[in-house]
């Protein structure tokens, strides 16, 4: 029987495999048993607490993150001036942002579904955030091992649009406050109401914020200036689209190529979905993009009215503060008349057309019925110098200050007849005043002495009914700065107070005023003595469309009595007629006015009106010692020269739809009639040679008497104490 084998022992087995033995063995590694039970606790309880704490976190973020109302959101808008009409658009102003909020209903349908087609095609069905689409853009995010998609919805790119506290810095806290917010606000509003909200505040690129602003930006057609919201086709919603995407790319014009195939993707996407025929989508893609790449003009420079429109912006500064202005939104409605506009700028300009050479120019227009400048030329190119010498040159008045004290001596129950002396020359306390050329006249109403603007004729009823006087007389009538709202903060303010000293001189002009202030005050009398405070702004609209201030004339103040402004208005009529102002009539329709010229021919002015349209004008240099001589091949420029020639041509043009409505004739010429032995002592001539050491120049006494003998109180007028109609 055969032996069974030999099973070796395990010593054995170990010395032939070369084990070792005993001793020679090392130890067996420890068990890593309690190790892996740490490690699997620590996660089984950091998962929870990571959970607790991320579910802390958005819980507090959503407890006390406060979603604003649209009204407080600072969404910046562009602010539009209008003329007169409110129909035509003629500026803007951009303080900030170049934006114009618009009603969902205002924007076309498909408008509305290539935003969705672009950005967020599934809006309308799922809730504030998207998990399909999160998922769909990480997906492509790690193909492409970059970020090129962001996954957020349209309310939260409104979230990070529309709060600037949110942020735009690539952090979770960041993301979560978005999240949290979107969540929020469309429990708050509406789909529609969002879709609303993010339409006017996302950036299209070239400065355009919201959908109006772009399409006004990006398009425009031959026949119309400026396409809206409104106007928008199916190729140019999706451009626009498109563009959202990379604002500042798609917007230049060497990505247009790149620019036309995002806008059919769009339109093909839209065609996907059934927001667009397969036919109407072809003709879609066929089209050209249309883009009006050079930068249309924005902001008050470059509008028709710039000197006149900053006059407004200053107005809204001063009435609603700068910060409201800022935001902007507002439509404003302004007095102007784009017709009259455009022919102050051209009548002057044509006459005046060498900038560098001639004079500088001012004019107003202002209709005296309501106080509503209709034209202001304050200046030859606003973009190089923004000082409005309409409003803020005070400058001497001439002559036109003359018929102030005419309308005082009338209101203190003076004739318009009253005959005084017209010397060459006349000298009062030591002063001395002489006429126009050295011009002697001999004794001549006062109708005369105003229809040849006779000098010494004026110092002597100066005398007579005062200066103080006069010149609150002549602020009453307008004469004072009276554009509402003057600024606090603004270097330049509305309109500069005039300088009106109570001294002899100002019957000559001696009292500096501007050239709205002399359209303003003359205008008085063109409304048969009822003062209009002159005004810019008609009417004034938030971004909601509220009535924030509407101007509705007022009745305005008696100033002067009615037949003393008919006098008053027949007088100056023969100044035009066959006096100094005679290069102003206008053919078949009544003028009056008056010329204006200082000494030296320093300033020259001419003021003159029609029963419903007074235009006041200015010419000199900025300097005063630079005189108005050798201009256009004149020995020297009178008011009833080049500005009356610029009131000519401006007037026949201005004036030629308007009704030709003549003056109301005064119905009596009342009053005291003076004469040489009621009003002074007699006046003797001075010689026609020069006054030497030896032959000093005779003096001209004061009026001895300061009223006539008979007071005019007993007639039933008032004395030539101060009126009662003129202000303390």
């Known amino acids: 029987m055969a032996a069974p084998p030999i099973t070796p022992t395990r010593a054995a087995r170990h ?64 602010i539009v ?68 998609e962001g996954g957020s919805t349209i309310t939260q790119q409104y979230v990070k649009n529309a709060f ?70 199916p190729d140019q919603s999706a451009l626009l689209a498109g563009v959202i995407r990379s604002p500042e790319f798609y917007g230049k014009k060497e990505h247009a190529a790149s620019l036309k195939v995002r806008r059919d993707y769009i339109l093909q996407a839209m065609v996907d979905r059934g927001w667009l025929s397969a036919k109407e989508g072809r003709a879609a893609i066929q089209r050209k993009l249309g883009v009006s790449w050079t930068a249309k003009r924005q902001g008050i420079a470059n ?29 404003v409605r302004t007095t102007l008349d784009m017709k009259m506009q455009d022919q102050a700028n051209q009548t002057v300009k044509r006459i005046l057309n060498d900038p560098k050479n001639d004079p500088k120019a001012a004019l107003v227009s202002i209709d005296p019925r309501n106080g509503a400048v209709r034209a202001m030329y304050g200046g030859w190119n606003f973009k190089t110098r923004q000082f409005n010498y309409a409003t803020n040159s005070i400058r ?149 469309g509220r009535v924030l201030e509407e101007h509705r004339d007022p009745q305005g103040t008696q100033v002067i009595a009615q037949v003393h402004a008919d006098t008053m208005n027949m007088v100056l009529k023969s100044a035009v007629e066959n006096g100094t102002g005679n290069a102003a ?43 108005l001589v050798g201009v256009r091949g004149l020995a020297g420029v009178s008011g009833g020269s080049l500005p009356a020639q610029i009131w000519h041509d401006f007037m026949d043009v201005a004036t030629r739809d308007r009704p030709n409505k003549p003056f109301v004739p005064p119905a009596e010429l009342g009053g005291v009639v003076l004469n040489s032995t009621t009003t002074a002592p007699p006046v003797t001539v001075p010689p026609t040679t020069q006054p030497g050491p030896q032959n000093p120049p005779p003096t001209f006494p004061s009026p001895t008497q300061p009223g006539p003998s008979v007071p005019p109180t007993s007639l039933g007028l008032p004395g030539p104490g101060p009126d009662p109609t003129t202000p303390a």
């Not at 509008?303 to 700068?322: D, H, I, N, T």
């Not at 007389?473 to 500069?496: I, M, N, S, T, W």
């Open 81 to 148: 001036f209008l003329d007169e009409t409110g129909k035509h658009e003629i500026g803007t102003l951009s303080a900030q942002e170049n934006r114009r909020v618009v009603s969902l209903d205002q924007i076309p349908e498909d408008a509305r579904r290539a935003v969705l087609a672009a950005e967020d095609r599934d809006f309308y069905d799922h809730g504030a955030i998207s998990w399909r689409g999160l998922a769909r853009a990480s997906a492509a995010n790690l193909l492409r091992r970059r970020i090129s």
């Open 164 to 233: 600037p506290g949110v942020g735009r810095d690539r952090t979770l806290f960041r993301k979560l406050k978005e999240a949290v917010l979107a969540v929020k606000l469309e429990r708050k509003f509406s789909k529609d109401q969002i879709l609303e909200f993010y339409l006017n505040t996302v950036y299209f690129g070239r400065g355009a914020y919201g959908v109006d602003a772009a399409a006004r930006t990006y398009f425009s057609v031959p026949n119309k200036k400026k396409v809206t919201v409104e106007d928008l086709t």
């Open 585 to 627: 009539r206008l053919f078949g329709r009544e003028v009056a006015g008056k010329t204006g010229t200082t000494s030296d021919y320093t300033d020259a002015r001419f003021v003159g009106y029609t029963s419903d349209l007074v235009t006041s004008v200015w010419l000199g240099f900025d300097k005063p010692q630079q005189k």
């Open 15 to 78: 010395q032939q495999q070369g084990r070792p033995q005993g001793k020679e063995r090392k130890q067996a590694p420890p068990s890593r048993s309690r190790l892996r039970r740490v490690l699997r606790w620590t996660l089984w309880l950091a998962v929870p607490a990571v959970a607790v704490a991320a579910g802390t976190v958005i819980g507090l973020i959503y407890a006390f993150a406060r979603v604003p109302v649209p009204s407080e959101v600072p969404t910046a808008q562009t």
């Open 303 to 331: 509008s028709r009215a710039p000197f006149f429109l900053e006059k407004v912006r200053q107005y809204l500064v001063a009435r609603y503060g700068a910060e409201a202005v800022n935001l902007g939104g507002l439509r």
């Open 396 to 544: 001497q008045a001439g002559s036109t200050m003359k018929p102030f004290v005419l309308a005082q001596a009338l209101s203190d129950g003076y004739s318009v007849n009253s005959v005084y002396p017209g010397p060459a020359e006349l000298i009062v306390d030591g002063e001395d005043f002489t006429n126009y050329g050295d011009t002697p006249y001999g004794q001549m109403t006062l109708r005369d002495a105003t229809r040849l603007s006779v000098n010494t004729v004026y110092v002597q009823l100066m005398q007579l009914v005062k200066p103080d006087r006069v010149a609150k007389f002549a602020k009453a009538h307008g004469l004072a700065a009276e554009l509402a709202g003057q600024p606090v903060k603004d270097p330049r303010p509305l309109e500069d107070a005039p300088v009106l000293k109570p001294v002899l001189a100002l019957s000559l002009g001696s009292g500096d005023v501007t050239t709205l202030q002399l359209a303003s005050a003359f205008g008085t009398w063109a409304n048969r003595g009822i003062h209009q405070t002159p005004h810019l702004v008609e009417k004034v609209e938030d971004s909601r």
